[in-house]
Structure formats: structure tokens, C-alpha cells
């Protein structure tokens, strides 16, 4: 079955370490997407993409980045990471034709400590 | 500025009632919406959308009301089962804006057995 999934699932950083959170569909979708979940935020867009070497800045992008270098995979980065990117992360896909449903990945729990 | 609010945090019902969640939205660019349901540790599952040219979409125990004139919408879970205790996000997208979700902060529902 397709699917999308995110690694790691749970890592803990150190302040001032750059940090990688994978994002791999099978759909074959073009458009891929970060959110960040916090409590009384909800998901907030970080980064996006609608295609290979095609990204744009979401909401929070501040302090990431996103490469798009094939269609299944936007890896984001954290720079240096700070005590405030403690969160949930999504990764999430859509088809660029099917409408405005995207599917989401497990998650992945980053602690910068 | 949130542009898609759930001004209820959370919502305790019993077994067999209907839950009503609420969503309202300030962007009067919005054309599709969206729910979303998410267990702990596990990435949002979509639920239900609807399009801004209806007014009601329904499927199974699931029905989602629009307002374009209050900007408002709401799910109706009809009878509400234990199964159904999660959070449920709102979202919500504008073709102008390419299509990119704008979700609401989440409301914990629980029903009790």
C-alpha cells in the first residue's frame, strides 16, 4: 500500500545542533507539506512544495528549510535548533488535482533541550 | 490572527448523543473545508469536507453544515460511539491561495460509555 512515512519518530537534540526530520511518500504526489503541532495552535504550516526543486515558506518557517530534489521526499532541517522547536511534526502529501485533501504521516516528537 | 477558530477546546458527550463541534472562519476567500480526527500519537485522518457551493455533505454517522453568510461550520456525530474520542481539527483552503489547509486549534472530544 502507498503510504507516507516520517523518521525518526522521537529524538532529542541539544540547543545549537542541526537536526533532519525525514518525510518519504509512495503516492506519488506532488504537493508535500510540514506542520507543526502545539497546544492552543493547532497545526501550523511550516514549509511546502508543489514539485520538484519547487519550495515555499509556510506560517512558521523561521529557523527551517525544505529541499525538494525527487518527488517522494522533502526532508526538513532544522538550522540550530531552539528550546521553541520542541513540537509534533507532520509531514503531509496531496495530488495536485484531486481537491484540497492531504494525508498525514505518524508524526515525528523532536525535544531540543 | 487566527483565521479559523474552535472556540471550544474540548466537548464531553454520552454514548448514543450527538456531538456538535463548531469551526468558524474570518477569510471569506475560503472555498473548501475540512475535518480532521486524531488520536494520540498518530497523524490526523481526513473525516468529511465540503465545498463552499454546498451547504451539507453527510457520510455515515458524520455531517458537516456550512454557513457561508456566519462563516460558520460545524460536524454533527450521529450517535457518537467511545471509538470516536479524539481531536478534531478543522481546516480550511482557498484555490487563491494554492490551495494550502489553514486549520483550526483542535476540540478534544470524549465520549463517555
Known amino acids: 500500500d502507498a503510504e507516507i512515512t516520517q523518521s525518526p519518530r522521537h529524538k532529542i537534540t541539544e540547543t545549537g545542533r542541526q537536526v533532519t526530520l525525514a518525510c518519504h511518500q509512495t503516492w506519488n504526489h506532488n504537493n508535500m507539506f510540514w506542520y507543526r503541532q502545539d497546544l492552543g495552535h493547532g497545526l501550523r504550516l511550516i514549509h511546502y512544495?508543489?514539485?520538484?526543486?519547487?519550495?515555499n515558506k509556510g506560517e512558521v518557517s523561521d529557523g527551517y528549510s525544505v529541499s525538494r530534489s525527487n518527488t517522494e521526499d522533502l526532508p526538513l532541517t532544522l538550522e540550530s535548533a531552539a528550546s521553541s522547536q520542541t513540537s509534533v511534526y507532520f509531514c503531509a502529501s496531496s495530488e495536485s488535482s484531486s481537491g484540497n485533501t492531504i494525508y498525514f504521516g505518524e508524526g515525528s516528537w523532536l525535544t531540543v533541550v | 490572527d487566527q483565521q479559523v477558530k474552535q472556540n471550544s477546546p474540548s466537548l464531553s458527550v454520552q454514548e448514543g448523543r450527538i456531538s456538535i463541534l463548531n469551526c468558524d472562519y474570518t477569510?471569506?476567500?475560503?472555498?473548501?473545508f475540512l475535518w480532521y480526527k486524531k488520536y494520540p500519537a498518530e497523524g490526523p485522518t481526513f473525516l468529511i469536507s465540503i465545498s463552499s457551493i454546498k451547504d451539507k455533505n453527510e457520510d455515515g454517522r458524520f455531517t458537516v453544515f456550512l454557513n457561508k453568510s456566519a462563516k460558520h461550520l460545524s460536524l454533527h456525530i450521529v450517535p457518537s460511539q467511545p471509538g470516536d474520542s479524539a481531536v478534531y481539527f478543522c481546516?480550511?483552503?482557498?484555490?487563491?491561495?494554492?490551495?494550502?489547509?489553514?486549520f483550526g486549534a483542535g476540540t478534544i472530544l470524549r465520549v463517555k460509555s
Open positions: 512544495s508543489y514539485g520538484v526543486q519547487d519550495t
Open positions: 477569510n471569506s476567500m475560503f472555498d473548501y
Open positions: 481546516a480550511a483552503s482557498a484555490r487563491e491561495y494554492g490551495n494550502k489547509l489553514v
